[in-house]
DNA sequence: CGGGCACTAAAAGTATGACGTTTATGTCTC
DNA sequence: GAGACATAAACGTCATACTTTTAGTGCCCG
């Protein structure tokens, strides 16, 4: 996950982002562009680029006379998709998975409700097929399985809400699904309730009743929310 | 709004920002760097620079021996504040308006009752004064003041909810309030109902009650959105 | 003693030229 | 016609020199 290894830059970016946002440097320090280029053994052409990127996120502001000053956390960009997967990586991972999702509680239920109206038949295809899929791997240990088929689930619904917002938010919600998955004990399967509701939300959609697909959308961030209240308390 | 003129860099990324998210060179065009910096008389390192923040928005892609490609809308990052700014300064406005005021719709009822459990009393103060101020401004041509207490009242509501992420949206509620006002009819004051309910929260989010906080929250939304559909139809 | 002004130097900003690296594309052969 | 090969175009990286801004220092004067 750290360096992705396509080039330096990406390399130096990573680095420093991960590092930044896990609090290494804490606000108000100063990096020194030469310094940096010395400790990764690349150009100051490299770590300028770098720095202009973590400048775009808010996390630094470079000025002249005194170096790269650590912004504080209040002002960084957190909808970069960057700087969600630097945070969920890092130490406060607990914290960031809770704001999100909160944030998950919030927008899916609207979306379910506006895809009632404006999912296509593909739409509802996949939605459907999706929920099949859950079912399906929703017992016998088959977690990795039934991740994925949740993924691509919460993805069309957010897609189908024909909201550009919300649409983008799909890669977030992948990101909370998959965090929480991977940090939860291994052996016991899914909420069976949350998997119905799932179908029913499919169901829902396909009928175009937003009411009923943005109530039973809310239960399921109600069940996500309690979830997290007990494994992180 | 074009160049803030703080550096070469923020003249060109701006620029080409606003153009790249005006749609002025289509999905798939094709950008040299050095025609780039021949076009702004710029050097290279600039204008690399430059595209490697275009590129941490998605808006573009970086390839050798093809040269810099505009990405397609649906991998923009839209949450990138800079990216609002320059949709929001372009054709697609209203579009962009629509889509950001259904965000909001979903996002500020959940942060209005987060706020009634979590708001200081420095917040709750805070709150009343900004409800007042708008019913102050609410007549006799006062949109700019009442604009002004409107985004202090929603920035601290959002603040309030606790949430880090909901607090982000601080700036993107500001800017379609701002939106939405500068371009309605210069005439009209505010919708007296709306500022009712302005203080309305104040006072639930004051006595805690989560979910009047929310509901009157959500009949505001319910209004912008009306409001949106009479403006742009 | 204090405040303001000029000077200095540190660090980022910019420009340029050279070279490395990847890769789309055309060509050549079988 | 398919595959291997060569080529060149564009970005990627580096090194260096120069410019510009500005925090900090210290001097001078009131």
Redesign the pocket.
């Known amino acids: 996950m750290t360096t992705e290894g396509q ?4 390399h130096v970016l990573d680095t420093l982002g991960l590092a930044i946002t896990a609090g290494a440097y804490p606000q108000g320090s ?8 010395q400790r990764f ?6 770590v ?2 770098v ?2 990127v973590l ?1 775009s996120m808010h996390l630094v502001e ?7 000053t650590v912004r504080p956390t209040e002002e960084w960009n957190v909808y970069d998709p960057r700087v969600i997967r630097w945070r969920l990586a890092g130490a406060d991972r607990p914290r960031q998975l809770r704001s999100l999702t909160v944030l998950r509680s919030a927008i899916e239920p609207v979306a379910a409700g506006l895809a009632a109206h404006h999912a296509t038949p593909e739409q509802c295809a996949e939605l459907t097929e999706c929920a099949l899929g859950m079912v399906a791997t929703s017992r016998g240990h088959q977690l990795e399985g039934y991740l994925e088929h949740d993924i691509a689930f919460h993805r069309v619904v957010l897609n189908a809400s024909g909201n550009e917002m919300f649409a983008r938010l799909g890669d977030v919600v992948a990101e909370v699904l998959a965090g929480r998955t991977h940090h939860r004990v291994m052996f016991d399967d899914p909420d069976p309730a949350a998997v119905t509701l799932h179908v029913q939300v499919a169901e829902a959609v396909r009928e175009g009743d937003a009411v009923r697909a943005e109530e039973i959308t809310r239960q399921i961030a109600v069940g996500a929310l309690a979830e997290l209240d007990v494994l992180a308390p």
Chains 1, 2 share one sequence.
């Open positions: 080039g330096l830059h990406t100063v990096l020194r562009t030469d310094e940096v280029a053994d690349v150009s100051r052409t490299v300028r680029e720095v202009r400048e470079s000025r002249r006379r005194v170096g790269v």
